[in-house]
């Protein structure tokens, strides 16, 4: 416990002259109003913290130490409850797939249908991953969505993959299945650079918790895919991702390779990351379905922090279904990332027989009723959903500064990357205006702790809002951008599908966001695939004629 007086005080350090800072001038800074005696007393205690500093800073602390403080979205209702699953856990009937007459088909197989191919022995994971492959070097050099082929690696696990089919070791629908990572997760034997020039020739000698994980459920890793430079944006050092449908726009980010690749048919599946939008938003600017899930649900031991509190992983795929198969393998704890000790569910089962005409889902009536470029595809969403019997009630969302919060993203990635600022190597980063990192980090160097601390206090207040206003319901649509949704539940950590529901002016994808209670993916999954069995609209590919 900190002690004013007596001998813990009296035994701290005397402040050196050079360092009694220029007070007057940082409470002007802040908007903190002290007298000159208040400031005075404070100077000595001031410097000392200097020193503090100095001394921490010798400390090696990289990227991957993580805080003490651990983030937990939990409002205090569910505080001593746990994700109750009342469902069979069972996929829901496939018919009879087989090869394709053109095999260029095979591009856009769901994850699902390439499963049943490899389960059945049509096509061997070999052959598949040479396939795909493929397609990556030949629409690579226009999309530029890929960093890295992992071939060998590929092949190699392809070749297992069919031993173990053929002696009947099979391990699911994902086994034998090509993917690709964002560029911010570890792979032996494979650079992982973040998409930053600083760290081009990183290479981190293990494997991320997703990587394993999947690799355990026998997919095949084929590539690691572009993130914007630290995972903002779509611009790294090898230039700007683009989107499939219009090849002179970007992909949007940071998760823009991943986004970008599985749209154009490169990959069946792809891993991203979310910390304010990165799902979401390349989603969007291509087309795909992705799943953010819970905060905590899914490993991110191994993956590049930036955001410890905000930061979630979760797959990027061309349908619900497809999420759903890959997020089974994903969830799960992991003592290597203690969010996901924190955690009220366990392992994910199914819930694709959820009954959807007793599900209540909430809908923000004030962001549907404003004016904007997708308007007309997203009131023909929840027409869709009240086709399929969907009880749809009225939601309005917390009034509370959502967005005054999420300078908590920047400060806590201004610790990450701390040593990069100190040093000065964030002059090597691709882009330098004033909404870049580098500028973005150093103004985060002026974030009180007090702030920093009040701001969590807030976010606090947030999650039990939010609860409260939608405990009684089993999910709620809402439209993916213009209004406060994003925002609050990347702060409050809930998970959400986007999902494509038309295109817009532009050229480009539009989506619709579906958000779920904490740790109900199973039955937002569920509604977002009877959305999806009910509209055409995942099953839209870009023309690549390029």
């Not at 392992?347 to 009723?369: I, P």
Request: a positive charge; one cysteine or more.
């Amino acid at each position: 416990m900190f002690c004013a007086g007596g001998p813990h005080h009296a035994g701290r350090r005397r402040a050196r002259p050079h360092h009694r800072a220029r007070a007057a001038g940082g409470q002007e800074l802040l908007g903190l109003r002290f007298t000159d005696a208040q400031l005075d007393s404070a100077r000595r205690d001031v410097g000392e913290n200097r020193d503090s500093y100095e001394a921490l800073r010798k400390l090696p602390l990289p990227n991957s130490v993580a805080p003490v403080l651990v983030f937990d979205p939990v409002p205090l209702r569910l505080r001593n409850t746990y994700a109750k699953h009342r469902i069979d856990d069972k996929l829901p009937r496939i018919g009879k797939v087989t090869l394709p007459a053109n095999r260029a088909d095979l591009a856009f197989y769901s994850v699902r249908q390439l499963g049943e191919l490899l389960r059945t022995r049509q096509i061997s994971s070999e052959e598949l991953t040479n396939f795909f492959l493929a397609r990556l070097k030949k629409y690579d050099p226009k999309l530029l969505c890929v960093t890295t082929l992992t071939e060998e690696l590929a092949l190699r696990q392809a070749r297992q993959a069919d031993a173990d089919i053929k002696a009947g070791r099979y391990q699911g629908p994902l086994h034998g299945v090509p993917f690709g990572v964002k560029y911010l997760f570890s792979t032996k034997g494979y650079r992982t650079t973040w998409g930053s020039v600083p760290y081009k020739e990183q290479t981190l000698d293990e494997d991320a918790a997703v990587v394993t994980r999947l690799r355990d459920a026998g997919a095949v890793l084929v590539a690691k895919f572009t993130l914007g430079e630290l995972a903002m944006g779509d611009v790294w050092y090898g230039g700007m991702t683009r989107s499939p449908w219009d090849p002179t726009k970007g992909s949007s980010g940071s998760s823009a390779g991943s986004a970008s690749a599985v749209a154009a048919g490169l990959v069946p599946f792809a891993i991203g990351t979310e910390t304010l939008g990165s799902i979401v938003s390349p989603s969007t600017a291509c087309g795909t379905t992705g799943l953010r899930p819970t905060f905590g649900r899914v490993s991110r031991a191994g993956a590049m922090a930036l955001s410890w509190s905000m930061d979630k992983a979760g797959p990027i795929a061309r349908s619900a279904e497809d999420c759903a198969l890959v997020f089974k393998a994903l969830a799960g704890r992991d003592p290597r990332d203690p969010a996901t000790l924190l955690a009220r569910a366990d392992e994910f089962y199914y819930g694709f027989n959820t009954d959807l005409k007793k599900l209540r889902v909430g809908y923000v009536k004030a962001d549907f009723d404003r004016n904007y470029p997708s308007k007309a595809n997203d009131q023909a969403s929840l027409e869709a959903l009240r086709k399929l019997g969907v009880q749809l009630v009225e939601l309005e969302l917390p009034k509370l500064p959502a967005s005054d919060m999420t300078f908590l993203l920047t400060a806590e990635g201004a610790a990450a990357f701390d040593d990069l600022t100190r040093s000065g190597r964030d002059a090597l980063l691709v882009k330098q205006d004033r909404n870049a990192w580098p500028s973005l980090f150093r103004a985060s160097r002026f974030v009180p702790a007090v702030e920093y601390l009040q701001a969590q206090r807030a976010r606090r207040l947030l999650i039990e809002e939010l609860d409260a206003r939608i405990k009684d319901l089993d999910a709620y649509v809402a439209p993916s951008f213009g209004g406060p949704n994003l925002v609050i539940t990347n702060l409050t950590g809930h998970p959400a599908v986007v999902l494509p529901n038309g295109m817009r002016p532009n050229g480009l994808p539009s989506t619709i966001t579906f958000t779920g209670q904490l740790y109900e993916e199973a039955k937002l999954l569920a509604l977002a695939k009877a959305f999806q069995d009910a509209t055409d609209f995942d099953e839209k590919h870009p023309p690549l004629n390029f």
